[in-house]
């Protein structure tokens, strides 16, 4: 119940506002500055990225009394419609559940009518990849002929499914996943709105376990706040969405480099003894690795890295037995494992087999190793 009042008390209202989604700011701005419209445009990207709120802010730009305006001022009667969702001249469609070839050619139907007051009658088709062919059809007709001062602004999370012919003639943006340190920023600042006293890690864990969704950020937000006590810790956070601790994917790592089964099937064992999701811990692990790679090539990992790790000393102790070979060839074999694992009646027989086989790999000698070694091999021959 709870889990949505955050995320809809604390939708952006400005372009300035919106976290992570610069160059889509920047460009519509420079748009509306430049007298530049596009009679469509396109918003594709992850769930909860800020696609919605962005279309509502450029129709305020657009539709603003004092407008049009990169700085839409958010009193006037059209600013306060459109924030509310009541506005005559822009209308929100949900494709999702009219996406009929009947609800388009009403569509275009009334895109003929002029804005009832404000200088842009705005659409904004949600969902658009969900509209059937034939509605895809009708709606391709309007695009091409469209009427003056209409605006479309259409936002899919997938983009694959939209025809090649709507893309044409759609100015199309992409909606980056957030970067964890912005998602952490923006948790912050709307914790100590509320007075809420949670620590540093906390926000992290909650940033980390939202994939780059601002909306799923803060709806687990909500749940670990509905429970939780007044003064909110790591260590409560861990326990209420089931985070596996650090320690326990170091230990993972440092049995496969040793090349020890005992200590994986030790900690697998704990892992299910605690009650673990490890199907979770699996995508847990997958991202440790991914992100071991990224810390042992990139220098500023800031924007790159998806969790943020205690224990560095242990981790970069481990890493150090390591090369990104190495670890780019583990990465395979999660990623190639994964479907098997999901489809797997018994987790646990799967996140052991994956481990077994990560054990398996470390036995066999990679081929650069061998050439490395023939070529040592001839040289010695040649000496002798
Ligand atoms: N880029 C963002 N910056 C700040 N808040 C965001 C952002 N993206 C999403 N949100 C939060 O998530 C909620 C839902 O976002 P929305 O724009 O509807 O996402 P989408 O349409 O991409 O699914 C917003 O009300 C806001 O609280
Ligand atoms: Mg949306
Ligand atoms: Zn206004």
């Known amino acids: 119940m709870a889990s949505q009042v955050t995320a809809l008390a604390w939708r952006p209202q400005t372009f300035d506002d919106l976290v992570g989604q610069e160059v889509v700011a920047q460009t519509l701005k420079n748009a509306i500055t430049s007298d530049r419209l596009h009679h469509a445009y396109l918003f594709a990207g992850l769930r909860g990225s800020g696609k919605t709120s962005t279309a509502r802010i450029f129709a305020k730009a657009l539709n603003c009394a004092e407008g049009p305006t990169v700085t839409p001022c958010l009193k006037c009667a059209s600013c ?43 659409y904004i088709i949600d969902e658009v990849h969900m509209l059937s062919t034939s509605a895809f059809n009708a709606l391709l007709k309007t695009l091409e002929e469209p009427p003056p001062n209409v605006v479309f602004i259409m936002a899919t999370t997938e983009l694959h499914k939209i025809p090649a012919t709507i893309l044409s003639r759609c100015q199309q943006f992409d909606f980056r996943q957030i970067p964890l340190f912005k998602i952490e920023k923006r948790l912050r600042l709307i914790a100590d709105k509320q007075e809420l006293d949670i620590d540093d890690e906390s926000l992290t864990l909650v940033a980390q376990a939202s994939g780059g969704s601002m909306r799923d950020s803060l709806s687990i937000f909500d749940q670990v706040i509905a429970a939780s006590g007044e003064k909110i810790t790591g260590l409560d956070v861990r326990s209420i969405l089931g985070v596996v601790e650090d320690t326990i994917l170091i230990d993972l790592l440092s049995g496969v480099v040793k090349e020890s089964a005992e200590q994986v099937f030790g900690r697998i064992n704990e892992l299910v003894h605690y009650g673990h999701d490890l199907k979770q811990v699996y995508d847990t692990f997958t991202g440790f ?29 481990v890493l150090e037995d390591l090369t990104v070979p190495d670890l780019v060839r583990m990465l395979d ?40 070694n023939l070529k040592e091999f001839a040289g010695a021959e040649k000496k002798n």
């Open 289 to 317: 690795i991914r992100d071991s790679i990224v810390l042992k090539s990139v220098n500023d990992t800031s924007e790159i890295l998806e969790r943020r790790y205690g224990h560095g000393e242990a981790h970069n102790q």
């Open 80 to 122: 306060n419609e459109i924030k509310e969702g009541n506005s005559l001249d822009v209308v929100e469609i949900d494709a999702a559940s009219n996406n009929s070839v009947d609800n388009i050619r009403e569509l275009r139907e009334l895109v003929r009518y002029n804005a009832a007051r404000d200088r842009y009658k705005i």
């Open 333 to 372: 074999i999660m990623l190639q494992h994964e479907p098997v694992f999901r489809q797997a009646a018994t987790p646990r027989y799967a996140f052991e087999l994956v481990f077994l086989k990560l054990l398996e790999q470390r036995r066999l000698v990679p081929l650069e190793k061998l050439l490395a």
